[in-house]
């Protein structure tokens, strides 16, 4: 008699939310957008539902359906590791960094959010689990927003016993002094202040300014100050910065490979993993590893509803990043979202997997792929 609970279905979502910046766009060093979309995928077993999901284009959402929802079907839903090695070895011809792994990393997700429900867990307890929170720094001032707006966001955070927070830099680096003038003022000293580049500096800029920043404004996090592919740019600004001034990269990181790159090159103080990305919980398992073994914090990037749970199995966890978008898109997405208590989301205990329920009528509207189930 198997013991085996097979998974019957998978279907696939995807929905764009228009951006809520000045002139519907948002910006930072080297990107300029007007909506943020989110392929939704959701996994079903034994009665019960798994969601999961990444942000990405829609293309993600169409390989989900003709390169993955074939090889999980019939598999064990107790056993997600397993079918995600069934996942990638898929994809090899497909492509697996990028498009790829967000791809699996939404299955992941899903499956992983199936067997907690499956066993009448959250999901932060069916993971080999060393925390019960995850701390947050609030993340958005945009390089787009006015100096009045870009106040308002990080204050409010900071008001609502988010100690740590970060804005966009090097747009225009110009204006950076202002901006960050601004916030430290409205913050006051001793709030930690974070920036992010996302790569729109060349590696003697980034020496610049991260000496700046820590001596003008008492800034904490570099993250990005030249590209992530950079590594030696990267590690040039770590060794010849100033003390207290972490470098912060891998939210780009894809496959398990990406990570060991950055490490091994000893490219960052911190290093960054995005469970949408890399893998979903199980890839994010095997990073967190590595991160252990090289005695480094890992930091979780963005997507906070799936983040509290994974994150709360990372060893060298440092924080996550509470992402202006992926709040207003998790919001319209789900109930059963977490807000921050103390500065850091607490799973509830009380709900299997990852709490989360989908929210279908409050999405429709923003539907760009796949039907509304019956």
């Known amino acids: 008699m198997s013991d085996v609970i097979e998974v019957e279905d998978i279907d696939v979502h995807a929905f764009t939310v228009?951006?809520?910046?000045?002139?519907?766009?948002e910006a930072d060093g080297t990107l300029v957008w007007d909506s943020t979309t989110m392929v939704l995928v959701r996994a079903h077993a034994g009665g019960r539902t798994g969601i999961g999901y990444t942000y990405g284009d829609i293309a993600v959402a169409t390989l989900v359906e003709s390169k993955l929802a074939s090889v999980v079907r019939g598999g064990d839903a107790l056993a997600p590791a397993a079918l995600w090695h069934r996942m990638f070895a898929a994809l090899r011809n497909a492509g697996r960094p990028g498009a790829g792994a967000m791809a699996v990393s939404a299955v992941d997700i899903a499956l992983w959010d199936l067997k907690a429900r499956l066993l009448e867990q959250p999901l932060f307890r069916v993971l080999p689990a060393f925390h019960d929170e995850v701390p947050v720094y609030g993340s958005g001032g945009f390089a787009n927003?006015?100096?009045?707006?870009?106040?308002?966001?990080?204050?409010?955070?900071?008001?609502?016993g988010i100690g740590q927070v970060k804005l966009k830099t090097a747009r225009h680096p110009a204006e950076d002094p202002g901006r960050l003038t601004a916030v430290r003022e409205a913050i006051g000293p001793d709030p930690a202040l974070l920036t992010d580049a996302n790569g729109g500096l060349t590696r003697k800029q980034a020496l610049y300014w991260a000496h700046r920043f820590a001596a003008d404004w008492n800034v904490c996090w570099l993250e990005e100050p030249v590209s992530s592919d950079d590594v030696h740019g990267l590690r040039l600004v770590r060794d010849h910065g100033p003390?207290?001034?972490?470098?912060?990269?891998?939210?780009?990181?894809?496959?398990?490979h990406d990570f060991a790159d950055l490490l091994d090159a000893g490219a960052v103080d911190c290093l960054q993993a995005d469970v949408t990305r890399c893998?979903?919980?199980?890839?994010?398992?095997?990073?967190?590893?590595?991160?252990?073994?090289?005695?480094m914090d890992l930091s979780a990037h963005c997507a906070p509803a799936a983040s509290a749970h994974a994150f709360c199995a990372v060893k060298r966890l440092r924080h996550l990043e509470y992402f202006h978008d992926h709040i207003r898109c998790e919001s319209l997405a789900f109930d059963g979202t977490l807000r921050p208590e103390g500065g850091a989301l607490r799973p509830d205990p009380a709900r299997p997997g990852l709490g989360l329920d989908v929210r279908w009528a409050d999405l429709e509207p923003y539907r760009v792929h796949g039907s509304r189930p019956s």
Do not use: C, K, N
């Open 243 to 256: 003390g207290g001034l972490d470098v912060a990269a891998g939210e780009y990181g894809f496959i398990l």
């Open 145 to 160: 927003y006015p100096t009045s707006r870009l106040v308002e966001q990080l204050g409010d955070w900071v008001e609502q």
């Open 279 to 295: 893998g979903g919980v199980t890839g994010l398992l095997e990073v967190a590893g590595l991160s252990a073994v090289h005695q």
């Open 18 to 25: 228009p951006t809520d910046g000045p002139d519907g766009l």
